[in-house]
């Protein structure tokens, strides 16, 4: 699957004035931390781990952020160019680094969408689509420059001034490395130079995402950003209990040819990202404190069913196991402790470390358990007993008001528990 992000941070950002005099565009504040920050949380979170800056202007504060942000399973770089290239040039600049396929992102531009969708499938190994771009519609396509798509193919972009209701580039791109070598010489941009030649041969599918969309580079919209971002980062979120809701429940499972998914359940985890939701795994693993498996096991197999995940469009943004049990096994795992079902801490210590919105989250399990913690937690919790998950999460979604056109003709029993 797809770990690299590459972001484009060169840009001066003159339209912003005194404010960009010092400070790249992308490293302005944002509610007091640099708006860059949002975009690669937002990376990370998805599964993006390995990200690449690419800058021109004060390059010296972007090497500070890369220091600043540093942190455990993150790897941030940045390549700063001698010159002026251009967005085109910035790219050819690092092609070295680049992967068989990346996501390209601006870094200016905040857009909510799927990720892992976008990704997915990866482009054809043939090279006949060489990018695919995340677009989004709005009600006058002046101010961006229209896109024009047709049966998923973006057949022509047109420079700023086409006014009238329409899709636009939402900055964000799934590329294919052999893209760069059809740049134009450099100085080039990417948007203006290289696309334009692609979408002529054919080679650029578009894909209209209407999520939250802002481009801080005029003065309305960063003064709009201050208070916009940070409330968007607040999310509602899904906890599911894994063995017997995510797959199926043969007894302490622990390596992956023991996973069989439940019907609907990585459809349901790629429909509440989808949806905007964050989306956690809660597992009593008391096989550990049994001494049968080790929390290496856990994790090991939890980084495979979260690439199994990413295949099909979807990610969990945090998986939390509880190894103890208050009778089996020896200490530090034997203990009566806060976080083994139907205690509450696994949902809690999620929703300390993530800004989860506690009104319309939920959780769904399979046992009394589960639906007990949710409650302690303060969140609702739904009973699943097997069927399609995916229609259960679609039914929750649609009564909350959250669906994303929930289906019908279910096959699951709902028992939904306040
Ligand atoms: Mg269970």
């Known amino acids: 699957m797809l770990h690299q992000a590459v972001i484009l941070v060169g840009g001066r950002g003159t339209r912003l004035g005194p404010l960009t005099d010092d400070t790249p565009?992308?490293?302005?504040?944002?509610?007091?931390?640099?708006?860059?920050g949002y975009l690669v949380d937002e990376l990370a979170r998805q599964g993006f781990d390995d990200?690449?800056?690419?800058?021109?202007?004060?390059?010296?504060?972007m090497d500070s952020?890369?220091?600043?942000?540093?942190?455990?399973?993150l790897r941030l770089r940045c390549v700063t160019e001698p010159e002026p290239a251009g967005t085109g040039g910035a790219l050819r600049l690092a092609?070295?680094?680049?992967?068989?396929?990346?996501?390209?992102?601006?870094?200016?531009?905040?857009?909510?969408?799927?990720?892992?969708?976008?990704?997915?499938?990866?482009?054809?190994?043939?090279?006949?689509?060489?990018?695919?771009?995340?677009?989004?519609?709005?009600?006058?396509?002046?101010?961006?420059g229209a896109?024009?798509?047709?049966?998923?193919?973006?057949?022509?972009?047109?420079?700023?001034?086409?006014?009238?209701?329409?899709?636009?580039?939402?900055g964000i791109y799934l590329l294919d490395r052999r893209a760069v070598g059809r740049l134009p010489p450099s100085p080039c941009s990417i948007e203006t130079g290289l696309f334009p030649l692609l979408a002529a041969a054919g080679a650029v599918e578009g894909r209209v995402y209407d999520r939250f969309f802002l481009d801080i580079g005029v003065p309305d919209d960063f003064a709009l950003a201050q208070s916009v971002?940070?409330?968007?980062?607040?999310?509602?979120?899904?906890?599911?209990?894994?063995?017997?809701?995510?797959?199926?429940?043969?007894?302490?499972?622990?390596?992956?040819?023991?996973?069989?998914?439940?019907?609907?359940?990585?459809?349901?985890?790629?429909?509440?990202?989808?949806?905007?939701?964050?989306?956690?795994?809660?597992?009593?693993?008391?096989?550990?404190?049994?001494?049968?498996?080790?929390?290496?096991?856990?994790?090991?197999?939890?980084?495979?069913?979260?690439?199994?995940?990413?295949t099909v469009g979807a990610h969990v943004d945090a998986f939390y196991h509880c190894p103890h049990h208050p009778d089996h096994g020896e200490p530090p795992y034997r203990t009566d402790c806060r976080c083994r079902k139907p205690e509450p801490g696994m949902l809690l210590q999620a929703m300390a470390e993530w800004p989860v919105e506690p009104q319309g989250s939920f959780l769904v399990g399979?046992?009394?358990?589960?639906?007990?913690?949710?409650?302690?937690?303060?969140?609702?919790?739904?009973?699943?007993?097997?069927?399609?998950?995916?229609?259960?999460?679609?039914?929750?979604?649609?009564r909350s008001g959250a669906g994303l056109g929930a289906r019908s003709g279910t096959g699951a029993e709902v028992e939904a528990v306040r």
């Open 147 to 170: 896109i024009i798509l047709e049966n998923g193919r973006v057949t022509a972009i047109h420079e700023k001034g086409r006014t009238g209701e329409g899709p636009i580039n939402g």
């Open 95 to 144: 092609a070295d680094l680049l992967e068989t396929q990346f996501l390209l992102l601006n870094g200016d531009t905040l857009f909510d969408i799927n990720l892992n969708d976008l990704a997915s499938p990866p482009l054809p190994a043939d090279g006949s689509v060489l990018a695919r771009m995340a677009l989004r519609r709005v009600p006058d396509t002046a101010r961006y």
């Open 229 to 310: 971002i940070p409330a968007s980062r607040r999310r509602r979120a899904a906890f599911f209990d894994r063995d017997g809701v995510l797959n199926e429940d043969i007894g302490f499972a622990h390596r992956p040819d023991q996973i069989a998914w439940m019907p609907g359940a990585r459809e349901a985890v790629k429909r509440l990202n989808d949806a905007g939701f964050l989306v956690f795994v809660v597992t009593n693993q008391g096989g550990v404190a049994r001494g049968l498996y080790s929390e290496e096991h856990v994790r090991t197999l939890h980084r495979w069913m979260q690439e199994e995940l990413r």
């Open 65 to 73: 952020f890369c220091a600043e942000m540093r942190r455990p399973g």
């Open 51 to 61: 990200i690449l800056l690419l800058a021109g202007y004060r390059g010296d504060r």
């Open 366 to 398: 399979d046992r009394e358990t589960d639906v007990q913690a949710a409650q302690r937690a303060g969140i609702e919790g739904t009973l699943y007993r097997g069927g399609d998950l995916d229609a259960l999460v679609a039914g929750i979604l649609a």
């Open 25 to 36: 565009k992308p490293l302005l504040p944002v509610s007091e931390r640099p708006f860059l």
